[in-house]
């Protein structure tokens, strides 16, 4: 309802600063009007010869600059009436009013023009068969008016347009659609429409939408906004179907509260669920911003349990570089997502944040105060496997450039308080100090460094006999090399090709953390990035020890003229000099002398196709650890075709398809097909048509997809409504596809 309405105001706030230029154009002119005072025509015009143009600079009373006037023929009084025949232009700047016949009375400033009457300026056209301009009482008038918005590109008729003054714009029997002249495939139209330009609103009586003749809304009265200005009322209605949710319906209220505050309030009916209410505030001011999110279906018809959603987003910049945030969504079950909502996404999350962070942000140096905890939504973690709670975490950090002989300093340190039910508890405190002498020359670049890594702990509830202040320190010595070379190549030297290898050599002594706790500590899965980190644990519970040379190169064919990209090459690898004896609990020491290679590929092939592949090999199991590979195909904005492989060793092996394709001028097929090749099902499949016209179109598509951890499948059908330079109706069928397909874009 809402995109209507905005729709609706564009085209009658274009046709009334129309109607405003006209008026402000004529005082110059004997067609003047929507002037303060009535205006005489100047004498210079009076004795302008038949057929001649005139170039006034602009009447006395009127604010308005030179105009242009061309006439076939002018008859004038001396009391300064005067009438126009054989034509009529009136241009100023780039807009042109055109009629058959003119008349002006000075008497009561009224100036009509009349047979074949035409407005142009860049962005407009309105023709009609009379318009007539009161400027003693500013008022303008349009009869049997019809206006056409090329840009839109859009059209309209209106039997009477009035414009009062600057403030106020009546119309009656309007008509509006985007459809080109002769096709009126979906048409709104109103009785009555009133703008109040002063207050930035329009009313509307008896408005209907019809769609192919058939009337498919209907409202007697409807008020809408004007301006960019926010304004409450009924958005748009979201119809679609699924197994588990049924019929899913959502009318959405939008309440303009402020300014700066408003809320939407969408009831929301399921009918295999029953009747929710959704709800979101959002606020803006000068120091905070932020929003509240909240949902609550009072009774579940299929669960029987009363469900709810609440998320808070916030910040507040608080002065003095101190800033507040919030981020924390919780929900009434584990299982609200997957019965609730339709995404893939939304269904996967395994864990759900919530934290309260306030940061000190200064030039060199910074500090963090957090509290954070999850609620964990998969009911198969086990107690002690779920994720602590860190109250609080304090840590702080600070990096100082340019010292004695180039040296650079920074130190980083925390100390945060991890709870939970079961399990060690306790207090982790931790200090990095480091320095590094960064050298630059030419396209050289070195930078040795050393940290200290020092890590300590105060437990409770550990086992009888074991420490509960163990502590750890560890220095690690790095070494970063690295360069870029570039030459040109090609016959005509068209392309630029790069040569950018990097090494890292990092040396951490072996300490025994076979006591140590695991708060929240993990090794990360190898890629590139994790290729050139030191330690490779992600968290503080771990020092890695390792003596290792990490080698890359990446190449790049850049396009010298335009800049882009042709080819990028990635390969990679880390040297190991001893064993890694520092583990995680329930895992063996690692004994090989090097890592997996890890290559990657992105290549434009001709102008239509590109691959993006990514590789990781075990050379010593000779197995292939990870794999991905992506081809696409898109020779314009309409076509595009996309396949995809992805692997990871024991745990993921998928194939994945998506298009859309046009079948004829007006209808393309979309589709998608993901399959799991390791449990041999699909994922997720959808199928659909798409109809376009000038004017309108239709989406329709069908979707199964897995809707649970449980394996259950789910299927929902997705309708959508478009009536270009109006709105859409129906499930948000796009936003589906924007996801399911890479590269589709229908804006």
Known sequence: MRSIILTIFCCLSVIWAVALAQAQDKPASPSSACTVVPVALPEELLSQPVGSTFISPGLAGADIGPVQITTGKIEAQLNGDASFANSITIRSGQKILSANQGNYSNETGIFE????????????????DRAMFNATAEQVEFEAAEFEFPETPARGTAGNISVSGTQMLRLKQVTYTSCAPGNTDWLLSAKKIKIDRSNGTATARNAMLKFKGVPILYTPYISYPISDKRKSGLLLPSIGRSDQRGVDLSIPYYWNIAPNYDATITPRYMSQRGAQLQTEFRYLTKSHRGQLSGEILPNDNTSGTRRSFVSVQHESQLGYGWRGLVDATSVSDSSYFEDLYGSLSATSQTHLTRKIDFDLLKTNWGAQLRLQNYQTLYDLIIDDDHPYTQAPRLSAWGEWANGPLGIEYGISGEVTYFD?????????????????????RRKFNLEPAVAVEHV??????????????????????????????ERRTGK?????????PRVLFVHIPFNEQGD??????????????QLFRKNRFAGSDRIGDTRQLSMGITTRLIDAASGSQRLTATIG????????????????????????????????????????LGYQWDSDQNVTQRAEARLQYRPDKSKVL??????RRDTLEEVDGSFLWPLSKTWNLVGRYQYSLLDKEPLERFAGLEYETCCWGVRFVVRKYLANRTGETDTAIAFQLIFKGLANVGDSADRLLERGILGYDRD
Not at 461 to 485: E, K, N, Q, R
């Open 573 to 612: 690898q880390t040297l190991y000099f001893s064993d890694r004896r520092v583990t995680l609990p329930g895992e063996a020491a690692s004994l090989n002398s090097s890592s997996d290679y890890l290559a990657e590929l992105q290549m434009k092939l001709y102008d239509n196709w590109s691959i993006d």
């Open 642 to 647: 996309n396949l995809s492989y992805r692997l």
């Open 492 to 500: 005509t030297g068209r392309w630029l090709q790069t040569l950018e």
């Open 456 to 485: 300590r702990y105060k437990l409770n509830d550990v086992p009888a006999g074991t420490d509960d202040s163990p502590a750890v320190t560890t220095p690690v010595y790095s070494i970063d090399m690295g360069t870029m070379l």
């Open 420 to 440: 939970r039910d079961t399990g060690i508890t306790g207090l982790r405190s931790r200090l990095r100090p480091k320095l590094s002498w960064p050298i630059e």
């Open 516 to 529: 140590l706790p695991v708060f929240d500590t993990i090794e990360p899965d190898l890629n590139l990035v």
């Open 113 to 128: 023009v009349g047979g074949s009457v035409e407005y142009l300026d860049p962005k407009t056209r309105i023709l009609g």
